[in-house]
């Protein structure tokens, strides 16, 4: 969607569909549950867990990280990811209300 059709939709609408997009590559949804998993996490670990190409995990950790869903912390040379759990909280939040207030119904 061009960037000039995004004035037509409201806040949350436009925020509920960066988010969607975001999460809907499964290789950063087992990123997520990966660095959930952990206490710590370093790229390299991602990549050996998941099995990508370190670019290609980079690219995936940027876009989580621009709706600020994971942190990064460099330790040295590699940089130490977790979930903003601040954050996660607020998607959750968000997700939940837009489910709980959509009426499904049969055709």
Not at 60 to 69: C, F, G, P, Q, Y
Not at 79 to 99: A, G, H, M, P, R
Request: proline fraction near 2%.
């Amino acid at each position: 969607m061009g960037i000039t059709k995004t004035e037509i939709f409201n806040t949350r609408q436009n925020e509920l569909a960066t988010i969607f997009k975001v999460l809907s590559n499964p290789a950063r949804i087992a990123i997520l549950q990966y660095i959930s998993n952990q206490k710590a996490c370093i790229c390299n670990d991602i990549v050996d867990e998941i099995g990508l190409a370190q670019p290609t995990i980079s690219q995936h950790l940027r876009e989580l990280k621009s709706i600020d869903l994971i942190h990064g912390e460099i330790d040295g040379k590699s940089i130490c990811y977790c979930i903003n759990l601040d954050k996660w909280k607020e998607i959750q939040e968000l997700l939940n209300s837009f489910f709980n207030k959509t009426k499904f119904n049969c055709c």
